[in-house]
């Protein structure tokens, strides 16, 4: 339902009126008033809407109501194969035109193009610049040419079967298989069970090319289509261009009828258990019968919605409580009516299992659900969740003129492909504030109770890891049904205190003010040592966001203390703050929107956190509280040091899991600060009253602190509130620096190899690090010459050899506790092609070292760069981070301001001298994931990497 459903998740029903009398419950909710919607000739739909955020830029879609369902037999994996098809020659593009010409205007190929197929739907997405009037007509051109003029020819056909068998097995592993397995049973034998988007195997191999333009020519049709123009662009002459790129469009003779697989009724209760040794979590999921119930699009079906989101919430934070207990049911739950595929939902609940298996949680789960249908809620739940959902609805109207272009086209797809209504936050803001305060207690309750099913069929799954015990089936079933018939009470809603702060703090003193009229900044100097730096901003109407940091962080503990300093503030932050657990802070600031967190990193220390701009005195005041009041709470400590062991149990079952644990602890020498993949055993040795002296030792004063205010603010109005809240923290003498406690990448080249995994996969990580003296514009030119690299891996390894479907180069550079770098090159692909792969790999390198870049090549990443930056210096949240790593890396902020006349002042001699100076061949960590008990796919050795003549 619209922008509110992404905020407020699933639903419910009721069969009230509207409170304007004359408003009948049948009659449909309006179109929004922002999107011009029209249908051409040939029946394809658009959307089209004027948004100028972000500026200069534009959202395009095409979405085809046509996906894997539709497949015939000898078709399965062609929807798919088809999107692949679509960037590989078409009418006006020939091969690699596409992307090249995408890439040229800054569009980057998989962060910014990129595509999905579905079951039921396949949808392109292309966000481009419109700086440039042209780009919107070549834009619409290539979408034209996806809807129209793929051209499918036999050696791009052939040439793209490598790439989508490599995808297909980039998704194998234990959540594949178990799927397989569980999927019949969910749909219960309905067709979505066996047409997953992937496909077969063995008929990505072996089609016909005919068999591809057998489901193109079927099923992309204008009348199946829809195309999307949401952005900083004129609404009628963009609908000028859409009429003109796409009314040629013609529906096939003799179609065929596009129908919708139905789901059948279960009629009797099953359970399943899969295992599977690669698994490293164990899930509870109990699935009730599907109903048939497509999305509502009148008022009293959004009225429904709305009381069923209450019930929702209600029932969320209830199932929450049951994990805060010393020895809760289970880690993580849910239960919620929600969407199964198009027009269908179930009422459901899930659980990620703990120690004690299924039991424990299928009585939690079901007994809270029988006490809410047979007592249901409190008046004072429901006072919370409406202020929750009143608050929710007034920022997205507060921010109707601020967001962006991609909230409004994927509500906008919602409507084409799932019929979600969408009358516009004008009118969303209307309804809510009208019908929301009249919801009833009994409303609700109702509601809840005709959702969560009593007496009815249902499939009872438990998925997991073969190294746990797992139930037989019948025990499932026989526990839900005795949990069933177990006498509930009513649950007692304690009173919750509206003040976080019943007495104020004395204020201190703000002792300097200066102002960056070129930054727009503002920094304060506090009595108490602290500093703040404020930049008020209009990027947003409804968004403050704060941060802090200072250096010091776990670097100051000793080997017997990293646990407990490694998980200090993410154990506080379970146990709440002065008298509030986290879920007396939710209730407390029901209708409020603030929260803050500290953090203990390697070498800082800090916080961050968001508000409303009606809530900074919140948001400040859990500043302080996280400062002057930390919480000690056995039972949450208890409960979270349970929850983490039982999910480290089986961490390392996961072959990719192992891989990453190899590389780092052989990059680092196996140096004890490097935190691997956890381990059950070391939350043994976490003391909780240690943990809470640590957290004192480096909170108990702000001196040294610089916080971070970006928003939209009025400076005058929050200096009190920082004087009140922050200047009057304690100020004692602190020690505010970091110890270097000797970290460093290992030397020479070292290679290993990880033997994991029941599946014919691979993965090759290298990694290159070591001393580098760090600037900014140092920093730019490693990651300009990385970003160029990605683009030839991904035009040789994937485009040109087959041997890859993604993967690809990051690379890092950090000023401290010294001056490194840091490239890591991952890159999945078969056991038979890692040598083929590797050498590929350094000879793009070498070629770099040795030629330099193409200047196309950086061109392209140049203008990727300066529209990502456009964009970026209107977000807070790209300011705040932006400011704090300019102020702990003591570097001049104001070179945000000068970012594309510097990256304009990059040339090809600068990466191709960062390629020498990064890359060296005699100093890298090679790390290979072969499957296990396979050697036999394991490739013959062949040139060492290594051994090539040094640069």
């Known amino acids: 339902m619209n922008r509110l459903k992404a905020v407020l998740a699933t639903a419910l029903l009721s069969c009230s009126l509207l409170t304007h009398a004359e408003i009948n419950p049948t009659d449909p909710l309006p179109v929004s008033p922002q999107v011009r919607v029209g249908k051409l000739p040939n029946g394809l739909t658009y959307y089209i809407q004027r948004n100028p955020k972000p500026q200069q830029r534009a959202e395009l879609r095409l979405a085809v109501r046509a996906g894997s369902i539709l497949e015939d037999d000898d078709q399965q994996g062609l929807a798919h194969f088809t999107e692949h098809m679509a960037f590989n020659g078409s009418t006006h593009f020939k091969r690699h035109e596409l992307v090249s010409w995408l890439q040229s205007i800054g569009v980057k190929f998989g962060a910014d193009l990129n595509a999905y197929t579905g079951v039921d739907e396949t949808v392109y997405m292309l966000p481009i610049p419109v700086d440039r009037k042209e780009n919107l007509d070549k834009g619409l051109l290539v979408l034209e040419d996806w809807a129209g003029g793929v051209l499918f020819n036999d050696a791009d056909v052939d040439s793209e079967r490598n790439i989508v068998l490599e995808e297909l097995r980039l998704g194998r592993g234990a959540t594949d298989r178990m799927n397989k397995i569980l999927m019949p049973k969910l749909f219960n034998g309905s067709r979505y069970a066996d047409r997953l988007p992937i496909g077969k195997a063995e008929i990505l191999r072996s089609f016909k090319?005919?068999?591809?333009?057998?489901?193109y020519h079927d099923w992309y049709r204008p009348d199946l289509m829809a195309v999307f123009v949401v952005g900083d662009i004129?609404?009628?002459?963009?609908?000028?261009?859409?009429?003109?790129?796409?009314?040629n469009l013609k529906n096939p003779e003799n179609e065929r009828p596009r129908t919708y697989a139905e789901i059948p009724e279960r009629t009797k209760s099953e359970a399943l258990v899969i295992t599977d040794k690669e698994a490293t979590t164990n899930v509870l999921h109990i699935r009730y019968p599907i109903l048939h119930k497509p999305e509502g699009s009148t008022f009293g079906e959004y009225r429904e919605r709305l009381?069923?989101?209450?019930?929702?919430?209600?029932?969320?934070?209830?199932?929450?409580?049951?994990?805060?207990?010393?020895?809760?049911?289970?880690?993580?739950?849910?239960?919620?009516?929600?969407?199964?595929?198009?027009g269908y939902r179930s009422f459901s609940s899930v659980a990620l299992l703990g120690r004690d298996g299924p039991l424990p949680a299928i009585n939690a789960l079901v007994q809270e659900g029988e006490r809410v249908r047979q007592f249901g809620f409190t008046p004072a739940e429901l006072d919370r969740a409406k202020k929750a959902m009143l608050r929710n609805i007034e920022r997205l109207y507060n921010e109707r003129d601020k967001s962006d272009s991609s909230m409004y086209v994927s509500e906008y797809l919602r409507n084409f492909l799932e019929g979600e209504s969408m009358p516009g936050i004008e009118n969303e803001f209307k309804y809510v504030n009208e019908i929301v305060?009249?919801?009833?207690?009994?409303?609700?309750?109702?509601?809840?109770?005709?959702?969560?099913?009593?007496?009815?069929?249902?499939?009872?799954?438990?998925?997991?890891?073969?190294?746990?015990?797992?139930p037989p089936a019948s025990t499932l079933l026989t526990a839900v049904d005795a949990a069933e018939k177990v006498t509930v009470t009513a649950r007692e809603d304690k009173a919750y205190t509206a003040s976080l702060m019943p007495v104020m703090p004395k204020p201190g003193k703000i002792v300097k003010e200066t102002a960056n009229k070129t930054l727009g900044t503002t920094e304060l100097t506090l009595s108490n040592g602290a500093r703040v730096i404020l930049k008020p901003t209009d990027f947003k109407n409804d968004q403050v966001l704060m941060s802090a940091v200072r250096f010091g962080g776990q670097s100051l503990f000793e080997e017997a203390d990293i646990f407990n300093s490694r998980y200090t503030s993410t154990i506080m932050a379970q146990m709440g703050v002065s008298t509030f657990t986290p879920l007396d802070l939710q209730r407390t600031l029901a209708g409020k929107t603030a929260n803050v967190g500290t953090s203990l990193g390697a070498l800082t220390e800090g916080l961050s956190g968001n508000s409303g701009s009606a809530d900074v005195d919140t948001m400040l005041q859990l500043v302080n509280l996280e400062f002057t009041h930390p919480r000690r709470d056995e039972a949450l400590f208890q409960s979270f040091i349970g929850k983490q062991q039982d999910l480290a149990r089986n961490s390392l079952s996961r072959p990719e899991s192992v891989l990453l644990d190899t590389m780092r602890s052989t990059l680092y020498g196996n140096h004890p600060r490097?935190?691997?993949?956890?381990?059950?055993?070391?939350?043994?040795?976490?003391?909780?009253d240690r943990v809470i002296n640590i957290y004192k030792e480096r909170f108990s004063s702000a001196r040294g602190m610089t916080f971070f205010m970006v928003g939209s603010f009025d400076v005058a109005k929050v200096k009190p509130l920082i004087a009140t809240y922050i200047a009057s923290l304690p100020g004692g003498e602190i020690a505010h620096n970091f110890k270097d406690r000797g970290v460093r990448a290992v030397r020479g080249v070292v290679k290993k190899e990880v033997h994991r995994g029941h599946e014919a996969k691979s993965t090759i990580n290298l990694t290159f690090a070591g001393d580098a003296k760090y600037s900014e514009d140092e920093q730019m030119r490693l990651s300009a010459m990385v970003e160029v690299l990605n683009i030839k891996l991904t035009e040789t390894l994937r485009e040109k050899l087959a041997l890859i479907y993604g993967g690809g180069a990051g690379g890092t550079m950090a000023r401290y506790p010294f001056g490194n770098y840091t490239i890591t090159i991952n890159l999945p692909t078969g056991p038979e092609n890692v040598n083929k792969v590797l050498e590929a790999t350094f000879a793009e390198i070498r070629k770099l070292q040795d030629e330099g870049p193409d200047a196309a090549d950086l061109a392209k990443v140049k203008e990727n760069w300066i529209n990502n930056h456009r964009r970026a210096v209107r977000e807070n949240a790209y300011w705040i981070s932006a400011l704090q790593s300019m102020y702990i890396n003591g570097t001049d902020p104001s070179v945000i301001l000068r970012h594309t006349e510097?990256?304009?002042?990059?040339?090809?001699?600068?990466?191709?001298?960062?390629?020498?100076?990064?890359?060296?061949?005699?100093?890298?960590?090679?790390?290979?994931?072969?499957?296990?008990?396979?050697q036999e796919q394991k490739p013959e050795q062949k040139a060492e990497p290594d051994k090539l003549p040094p640069g």
């Open 209 to 215: 090319p005919e068999t591809i333009r057998r489901f």
């Open 234 to 247: 004129d609404p009628a002459e963009t609908e000028k261009l859409v009429i003109s790129h796409f009314s």
């Open 307 to 342: 009381v069923e989101n209450l019930g929702a919430l209600m029932l969320s934070q209830r199932i929450t409580e049951l994990t805060q207990q010393a020895n809760p049911p289970f880690i993580q739950g849910g239960s919620s009516m929600g969407r199964v595929v198009r």
């Open 437 to 470: 305060p009249t919801v009833t207690l009994d409303e609700v309750n109702a509601s809840l109770r005709k959702s969560i099913p009593e007496g009815q069929t249902k499939l009872v799954i438990y998925m997991g890891s073969d190294k746990t015990d797992a």
């Open 674 to 688: 490097i935190a691997l993949v956890p381990r059950a055993e070391e939350y043994e040795g976490i003391n909780l």
């Open 902 to 934: 510097r990256v304009n002042a990059l040339a090809p001699a600068d990466l191709q001298a960062a390629a020498r100076r990064y890359f060296d061949f005699r100093n890298y960590v090679q790390v290979v994931l072969y499957p296990e008990s396979k």
